[in-house]
């Protein structure tokens, strides 16, 4: 098993050699045509990693606020003396 797992890492080496921390690589063609350096496609993935990161954290504030916004009208709803069913179904469901 072990043989195997060193098997595996030695074939994916090359492959890690322009990678950035999140996995995301650059193409080769495209580095070429660009006429990059290798302190500009370290420099371009780390750029990306960074807005990655970014761009997650502001997703995950997001759906934390619509969570706490569909909490506060299931609990309105369920406050009324009449619940409507369909609209408490509607908000569990959002």
Do not use: K
């Not at 890690?16 to 995301?24: H, I, M």
């Not at 759906?63 to 569990?92: C, F, G, K, L, S």
């Amino acid at each position: 098993m072990r043989h195997l797992f060193l098997f595996g890492l030695l074939l994916a080496a090359p492959l890690c050699a322009q990678r950035g921390p999140t996995g995301a690589e650059f193409p080769s063609d495209l580095r070429q045509f660009l006429g990059l350096t290798e302190d500009q496609v370290t420099r371009f993935l780390a750029a990306n990693d960074a807005h990655e990161r970014w761009a997650v954290e502001r997703m995950d504030r997001l759906w934390a606020v619509r969570a706490e916004i569909d909490r506060e009208e299931i609990d309105e709803e369920t406050a009324r003396e009449q619940m409507d069913a369909n609209a408490i179904a509607v908000r569990y469901h959002a």
